[in-house]
């Protein structure tokens, strides 16, 4: 074998590899409902990125995902907080089914996300500690001395379960840029 038919067999290896591996990353982090969720990302300014973090943190991608506290759909939200939301985005007619419409739950999501990213001076982890915990919760953390020094950030957060929530949304959003980067890339069709 010739020295360059032995780096074009590296070369052809490498990209088996690669190839398995996005496929495989792929499987645990689905790229679904792409086209809605970077409408909304748009609509909202947010990183399409995110969006799919936290889906994927919140149901796994899962439109029928029902909550311990009846948490509905991609994004788990909430009947009273999908009435809510439905109400500041003048949607007639809204139901709680509607929350496990991928489109309704994800425009539902995304608004709310902008809200609470924009009532917490854009600080990324107050507002998923609030789309986790409630915002009445970190309401009360941020007054807390004990969890936050100015009133506006949180320097702990009492919750272990909204610690690694955080945690796993911002892994998320990485694995996510990346993927949403690698497709723009390498665009399927």
Same mark, same amino acid.
């Given at each position: 074998?010739?020295? $360059? ?24 982090? !689905? ?16 990183? %399409? ?12 991608? +899962? ?8 948490? +509905? ?5 909430? !009947? !009273? ?9 003048? @949607? ?6 509607? =929350? ?15 809200? @609470? ?10 507002? =998923? ?15 807390? %001395? ?11 957060? %009492? ?21 949403? $980067?690698?497709?723009?890339?390498? %665009?399927?069709?």
């Amino acid at each position: 074998m010739t020295l $360059t038919n032995k780096i074009l067999l590296a070369c052809t290896v490498v990209i088996l590899l690669a190839a398995a591996a996005i496929t495989a990353v792929l499987v645990v982090f !689905p790229i679904r409902h792409a086209e809605i969720i970077e409408r909304h990302a748009q609509i909202n300014n947010l990183d %399409p990125a995110f969006i799919a973090a936290v889906i994927h943190a919140e149901s796994k991608f +899962r439109p029928d995902a029902v909550s311990r506290a009846d948490a +509905r759909g991609l994004m788990q939200i909430t !009947p !009273p907080t999908g009435e809510w939301l439905a109400e500041h985005l003048r @949607l007639q007619g809204f139901t709680n089914e509607q =929350l496990f419409d991928i489109e309704t739950n994800i425009k539902l999501g995304s608004f709310y996300l902008r809200r @609470l990213l924009d009532q917490h001076n854009q600080d990324v982890r107050v507002a =998923l500690a609030a789309y986790n915990a409630g915002t009445g919760r970190v309401r009360g953390w941020l007054q807390d %001395p004990q969890f936050s020094q100015d009133g506006v950030t949180l320097s702990y957060i %009492p919750f272990g379960e909204t610690r690694t929530y955080i945690e796993r949304v911002l892994f998320n959003q990485r694995i996510y840029a990346i993927l949403y $980067t690698l497709r723009d890339i390498f %665009p399927r069709g």
